[in-house]
């Protein structure tokens, strides 16, 4: 009889550095552009988080979108209003060996088919000195966002992806990259009626788009950084939408994971169905949309008026609500993680991001426990999955001891 060892295999904890914009606050970080990396890699430490995901964003002085205009203010604590140099990495080089904490890859979450022409090029070079300062740090991945042409179809953004996000994903492989995409459909970024204005929003579009790389030599640069709250937005769960991965051969796409969840209002469904609130938000005034960024920001109400973001381990169990897919059933998640898609395992970094209002506060003492409950709640979900998925899967079967129950199983929610 053979004998199989348990070996459980877990996944790298870390925090998106945005939960905190002003752990070094501002008027210390402008003059001093690479001291908010330290702290953060000495707060990740207390955390107990083994990596961090380096928030990137345009500096206030020059992005094109106001924060008023946001559902969730982004955070630049990686600067790049100059260029990153080898003396600035050799300083985060040596934080990294201070602290022992990695930097899993560099965010940087915009459109990047902004119908703009000045504003995409101003993004796109955002990007490509994002990818340098990747490179320069030996991250292996950049993370962000495809997005959308608001004066195309969807089937022309194909093109427009073609003709325009290829060269991105070339300059990626140039500095062996990854380009790993979040899913979020983004459906506040503009006052119309569009929801889905992130082209790669969900396997249908993954693939088409991944496709599209493959003609050009790039299919290795395009993957995906899963959020199961975006799921949940669309009236998806994880497991079928991994299960439908596996069953079309695209199993390899997920390499990293937002650890997001998403709680339904039911209520809300009830009074705007999936796609939420389309009129009298408050984003439009006297029959045309707002000038003001205040009042741009209700286009959010397509989001939020039928659910709200969770930070991990701050929502009930509540196990008719993971059948309904109204919430993200954690332990589920990193099971069919590990039975259905083609993972590195101990490459594939399990990233908090916190998005949760009423817990965003953003003074260190107050929110240090918050965060370290929820990155403890995620590696022990992760730890219970691996140890499930190694006992189950490898364990047992070598001694042909069937595994019992029937669980949770794809399409049928």
């Known amino acids: 009889m053979a004998i199989k060892e348990f070996h459980p295999r877990f996944m790298p904890l870390g925090v998106l550095t945005a939960a905190l914009q002003e752990l070094t606050p501002r008027e210390r970080r402008d003059p001093d552009p690479d001291l908010a990396i330290e702290e953060w890699l000495e707060f990740a430490g207390r955390l107990s988080a083994d990596c961090i995901q380096l928030a990137a964003a345009l500096h206030p002085s020059e992005a094109d979108v106001p924060p008023e205009a946001m559902l969730d203010p982004v955070a630049n604590t990686l600067d790049l209003r100059e260029p990153f140099t080898a003396e600035r990495a050799a300083r985060v080089d040596r934080a990294v060996a201070a602290t022992g904490v990695t930097i899993a890859d560099i965010g940087y979450f915009d459109n990047m088919l902004h119908e703009s022409p000045p504003v995409r090029a101003k993004k796109s070079a955002f990007m490509k000195r994002c990818m340098d300062a990747a490179a320069a740090l030996g991250a292996p991945a950049v993370c962000g966002f495809v997005g959308r042409n608001q004066d195309l179809s969807m089937d022309q953004n194909l093109q427009d992806f073609e003709e325009s996000f290829i060269p991105l994903l070339q300059y ?21 009626d569009n929801f889905y204005n992130n082209i790669a929003y969900a396997p249908g579009t993954w693939i088409a788009l991944h496709r599209i790389c493959e003609k050009h030599g790039l299919g290795d640069q395009f993957r995906v950084h ?49 796609g939420g609130q389309t009129v009298e938000r408050g984003d439009w005034i006297d029959g045309k949309p707002s000038p003001n960024p205040a009042d741009q920001g209700h286009a959010w109400k397509k989001q939020t008026s ?42 594939t970094p399990l990233i908090v991001e916190h998005e949760y209002s009423p817990a965003r506060v953003q003074e260190v003492e107050a929110l240090e426990p918050i965060l370290a409950g929820s990155v403890a709640f995620t590696r022990h979900i992760d730890e219970a999955a691996a140890s499930m998925y190694a006992l189950q899967a490898e364990v047992l079967p070598a001694q042909n001891i069937p595994v019992q129950g029937i669980g949770r199983e794809p399409y049928r929610s």
């Open 306 to 347: 039928t659910c709200e973001h969770e930070l991990p381990g701050t929502a009930r169990h509540d196990p008719l609500a993971y059948l309904q897919n109204r919430t993200v059933d954690w332990l589920d998640h990193q099971l069919a993680a590990r039975e259905l898609l083609d993972l590195d395992i101990e490459n």
């Open 172 to 192: 990626a492989k140039d500095r062996e990259l990854e380009y790993r995409v979040e899913q979020c459909p983004m459906p506040g970024w503009t006052t119309g």
């Open 226 to 274: 899963y959020d199961p709250s975006h799921a949940v937005l669309m009236g998806q769960d994880t497991r079928s939408i991994f299960q439908y991965l596996k069953d079309e051969g695209y199993g390899f796409l997920i390499t990293g994971f937002h650890v997001k969840g998403q709680v339904t209002d039911s209520r809300g469904i009830s009074a705007w169905g999936y």
